[in-house]
Structure formats: C-alpha cells, structure tokens
C-alpha cells in the first residue's frame, strides 16, 4: 500500500504558520529599552492585581486620564500587597519548623521590605533610568511615577505601611475597641490613598490636566478650599474603612476566628464575640443574636454613613467656594495671566469643578452603594443578596462623575 506523503515545507517558509523559529531574541542592552521594558510589565502586574482583589478600583481608574493611571494603580496595589501581610499576618509563620519563631515575624519582615523598597524609591537619580534595588512590580511602577515628576509623597506610603503593620500588632490581635480605632485605622490607610491621588492629580505641567487646580490653590486666600479637599479625602477614607470591615465580617470570622466589630459595640447591644462568630460561620443561633448582630451592623455602618454625608456636604462647600472665588477674581481689576487661566477655565468646567479635583473623590461611590444595599436588606450581613457583585457601580460612576456627586 502507497502512502502520499505532503511535501515539507522548507525550514524558512513563514507559509500557513508552518515555521516557528527556535532562535532566542537578542537581549535588550539599551538602558532605556531595558527601563520601558521592565515598567511595562510591572504596568500589566499592577493592573492584573487590582483587577482581581479590587475590581472596584479598577474599573474607577478608567475615569482618570491615561498618563495617571500607573500611578493610581501602583497606589491601590501598594495597599493590595500590605493588606495581604496585615489581614493575614496571624496565620503567616504557623507553618514553620520552628516554634521558636513568632507568627508575625514573617510579616514584620514583609512590612520591613516594603519600608526599604520606599527609601530606593526616595533615592532615585531622575538624571538616571535606573531601577537598581527595587525587587517588585509596586515598587517598580512607584519608583516610575517619581522620575516621571508626578507628585507622589513617599512619607504618605509609609505611614501607610506604619498603620497596617499597627493593626496587625494590635486589632488584628484583640480586635477593634471602638469606633474610632476603625477611623484611625482607615485615616492611616484610605484616606492616605485619597491624599496621594489628589496629590498625583495636581502635579504641574500635566498635559493641561491639573493647570486649573494648580492656579486656583496657589491663589491667595484658598485655605478654606485647601482644608475642604483634604476633610473631604479624609471623610471618605474613614468611611471606606469601616466598610470594608463591615464587608469581609463573615470572611474574617472564617478565617482568623475574628469578629470586625467593635468591642463597645458588641458590649452595647449585649453580643457576645462567641456568638457573633457562630452566627458568622453560619451555625444555628436564636433570633435574638440575630437581631443584635444586625443592631451592631447598624450602628457601625451610621458612622460610616455619617462620614459620606460630611464629605458631600463638604463637596458642596467646595463648590460654592470655588465659584465664589472666582467671583472675587472678576471684581478685580487686575489683569494678569492667572486671573485669565482661571475664568478661563472654569466656563469649561463641569458643574464648577475640575477633574483633577473631583476623580480622586469617586472612590467613595462604592462605598456609598453598598451603604444603600445594607439599608436595603435591613442590615442583614449574611444576606446572600449581600454577596453579589455590584451591578450598578459603571452607571453610578458615570452618572456622578457628569454631575460631580457621589
């Protein structure tokens, strides 16, 4: 029997996709193909990791212009990497060899390397591409954003690590004692954040994008403006906080065997952290604990309510002081380059505020949405519906982005 057999394809033929080539690219020896290689990769690191553990995050950073976004990213994911060390810090360690070794060493040497990562970005020569001591894609895209000239300060990151690494020796321990710690907690941490983006946004020459914001704050007599956006970053930071407290109850009870709660809250309507954690691991209990549960639940998230409902009236405040700003500025008759920047800009402003001053504030929209479903389902923690993905975030954010709320 005769078999036909094809004609091979010579090894050079690129014809149907029949040739793969077995020779290695040329390694990159150009420091600034080798420096926009390495920051490319840590651009895709970064975006995957906020995309999985904070889709939220992600979805908002589309609101941003192009040139800021690696820097938001490497911000959230910063807070994505220590919130790993802190919120999981009491299991790290346990599977060690050695008994000798305390559970939170491994996780004092994670918070140590991050405080050391930061000091290699502060030592960055902007005459140089140079990206030698920094060991992770987080620090790699931070180091980026300082030798590009945006405004990110490095003291605001490490208290951020500061605060978390305090959490893991203290309330990720015994848990939170009052409401307040929740706020001290969150003001160390999201609020921070809130800081560094606004901050980020209002780096000078940025393709136009914060020439406004700029102008208006180094006018004369703009305290009150100034002490707004930071009251207001500082609001949604607390809120946030408890939030997310509030969000991962059932996770954390699972997990370390801990209630987010705080202590005076549970003494208050008579919960026990036993009980509580029964209920949250999904045992039987009575209708009573269920109903304490739920009046904690309630107290906590009116704290968190009442930040959101400060920061909007806070925005309001902003606005109208902008607007009478600018009032002031037309009554003048001086006639400098300024003045003309500012009235200028803020006839193309959407409802009388700029982006570089409003993007940094939607990270309160998600919050503010899950506030609304908690109310919805009275407070109902382990409610299933709770559990679901928040379908409405892209309308909101682009609905309150146009009308400048949240």
Same mark, same amino acid.
């Given at each position: ?14 014809? #149907? ?37 904070? +889709? ?9 212009? +192009? ?11 910063? =807070? ?90 203290? &309330? ?14 969150? &003001? ?16 000078? &020459? ?67 952290? &036993? ?19 739920? =009046? ?28 009478? #700003?600018?009032?002031?500025? #037309? ?6 380059? =300024? ?68």
């Amino acid at each position: 029997m005769l078999v036909r057999l094809a004609r091979r394809a010579p090894a050079t033929s690129l014809a #149907k996709g029949c040739y793969f080539s077995t020779q290695t690219a040329p390694p990159i020896t150009d420091p600034l193909d080798r420096y926009v290689q390495r920051v490319e990769r840590a651009q895709v690191d970064c975006d995957d990791k906020v995309q999985k553990f904070d +889709p939220s995050s992600f979805l908002l950073s589309k609101f941003l212009p +192009p040139f800021l976004r690696p820097t938001y990213m490497a911000i959230r994911a910063f =807070n994505i990497e220590l919130s790993k060390v802190s919120m999981g810090g009491s299991s790290l360690g346990l599977s060690g060899s050695s008994s000798k070794v305390k559970p939170t060493h491994f996780a004092d040497m994670k918070f140590a390397f991050w405080d050391e990562q930061l000091d290699k970005c502060g030592e960055l020569n902007p005459s140089k591409l140079d990206l030698h001591g920094l060991h992770d894609p987080v620090s790699t895209l931070i180091a980026d954003s300082v030798l590009k000239g945006i405004n990110i300060d490095l003291s605001m990151l490490k208290q951020m690590v500061y605060s978390h690494k305090h959490y893991l020796h203290n &309330e990720g321990v015994r848990g939170f004692s009052t409401i307040e710690d929740m706020c001290s907690f969150g &003001e160390g941490t999201y609020s921070q954040m809130n800081y560094l983006i606004q901050s980020a946004a209002l780096t000078p &020459e940025l393709y136009d994008y914060s020439s406004f914001g700029i102008h208006l704050l180094e006018s004369p007599a703009t305290e009150d403006i100034r002490n707004n956006l930071s009251d207001i970053s500082a609001h949604i930071g607390q809120a946030t906080a408890i939030c997310s407290f509030i969000v991962g109850l059932k996770y954390f009870a699972q997990k370390n065997g801990q209630i987010t709660i705080p202590v005076d809250t549970l003494v208050k309507h008579r919960l026990s952290q &036993e009980d509580a954690l029964r209920m949250a691991r999904g045992e039987p209990v009575g209708k009573e604990i269920k109903e304490a549960l739920k =009046n904690c639940v309630f107290e906590v998230s009116t704290v968190a309510n009442d930040n959101i409902l400060s920061a909007r009236n806070k925005l309001q405040s902003l606005k109208d002081e902008i607007h009478t #700003k600018l009032a002031e500025l #037309k009554k003048t008759g001086d006639d400098d380059t =300024n003045k003309a920047i500012l009235e200028n800009g803020y006839r193309k402003l959407r409802k009388g505020l700029p982006d570089c001053l409003y993007s940094p504030f939607m990270s309160a929209i998600p919050t503010v949405l899950y506030l609304e479903r908690l109310q919805k389902y009275d407070f109902d923690i382990l409610n299933p519906r709770l559990q679901f993905k928040e379908w409405r975030l892209s309308w909101r954010a682009y609905r309150d982005y146009h009308k400048r709320v949240f």
